[in-house]
């Protein structure tokens, strides 16, 4: 039954590697893709929530501080929106969804071309309460939670860039 298991285990292993699958954050290439997003300067992002969102992207890809020298310049604009749902009879809502749109480009600093852009979505849903603090309270931290998650995914976004674009 040994066998089995091996033989399994080897033929993921060959079908994984036709497939040109590469780890991301692999030994050889960490390093080189650290030292990239090291590189990024991030643009002041407008609001409270986008000086949140900038944080968590400083912390992502500047863990050791600004860079003395950035080779590339991150422009993130940020777009908030809310939804009711969950409506009662007497037309008060109980429930709401926050969605965060994050338009990005990261703009070479040599001579400002666009090297890549996208846009980063997150929605993220809370309770209204009948405690206004409480309701209040709620909405950050669903702001928080959003603000992680497209921080995140700038940043693998921007780390596959810089991966597929390493030879």
Known sequence: MWWFRAAAIFSIAIVMAGCGFQSLYGESSTQDVDGDLAAIKITLIADRIGQQLHN??????????????????????????????????????????????????????????????GISLSTTSYNILSSEFATLSALADARRRGVRVLGNDIKTRLSLYFKSHRG
């Open 56 to 117: 968590t992207l400083q912390d992502g890809l500047n863990p050791r501080g600004k860079p003395a020298r950035p080779l590339y310049t991150l422009q993130v604009k940020l777009i908030e929106s809310i939804e009711e749902l969950a409506i009662r009879q007497d037309e008060t809502a109980t429930r709401s969804n926050l969605s965060l749109r994050a338009d990005f480009e990261l703009l070479a600093t040599s001579d400002s071309a666009v090297l890549v852009s």
